[in-house]
């Protein structure tokens, strides 16, 4: 009878998690930010890239401390286009597709992109640029651009990107903090809209360890 209630609760452990590893793939995803999109036109991203018209996947680094630095891929993510730092953008609705926002440009130039929002998130992404262009983009579009000093290419090191200052560039030509120059983000907005998947990975492995030293005392007593 015992032998059989041990063996029952083992097999409960495994399908508990057999049971979360669908979820948590599925979260992964979510947590990424994963975006395919397809452009009718080229389009400019910071760095000094001009990208062609074609399909391209937005991601989030798969980062725990910084939300924040956003990578562009080909379509089937076998090469890297930018890693490219943001600050948060706040919208008062959220979304029901993903939208893409691009800086106003003379005519027959190609477009910059300025802010990218998720499904389903007030929280967006908006992209900073190099400070000569952000100078330029500023006054084309009339409203701040937020950039940085530091030399970023499209193939800086995420550790950079994550040192890097950022201020924003008025179209007056003036100089701001991020917080003076961009509306504040409501403290309920700026909580993450979904919890990272490390919890539920320690749970598995909990819950394996446990079926493991559980399944060693019955082979030593059967033995």
């Known amino acids: 009878m015992k032998l059989f209630r041990v063996l029952t609760a083992i097999t409960g452990l495994i399908v508990m998690a057999l049971l979360f590893t669908p979820w948590l793939h599925a979260e992964n995803d979510v947590w990424n930010k994963k975006t395919t999109l397809t452009f009718s036109q080229p389009f400019e991203i910071p760095g000094g890239q001009v990208l062609p018209a074609g399909t391209y996947v937005f991601k989030l680094l798969d980062s725990s401390t910084d939300r924040n630095i956003v990578q562009i891929f080909n379509e089937d993510q076998t090469h890297v286009y930018a890693t490219i730092l943001a600050i948060p953008n706040y919208r008062l609705h959220a979304p029901e597709n993903t939208i893409m926002n691009f800086e106003e440009r003379p005519a027959g130039s190609p477009v910059a992109i300025k802010a990218w929002f998720h499904p389903g998130d007030t929280l967006g992404h908006e992209f900073v640029y ?62 993450p809209q979904t919890a990272s998947s490390l919890p539920l990975v320690g749970l598995i492995g909990l819950l394996s360890i446990s079926a493991a030293f559980v399944l060693l005392l019955v082979t030593k007593r059967i033995t």
Do not use: D, H, W, Y
């Open 130 to 191: 190099p400070k000569q262009r952000a100078i330029e983009l500023a006054k084309a579009a009339n409203e701040p651009v937020p950039f940085t000093a530091s030399e970023l290419t499209a193939e800086a090191p995420v550790a950079t990107l994550e040192k890097a200052p950022i201020r924003a560039e008025e179209p007056s030509g003036e100089e701001l903090p991020i917080a003076r120059a961009f509306t504040a983000i409501p403290e309920a907005a700026a909580l």
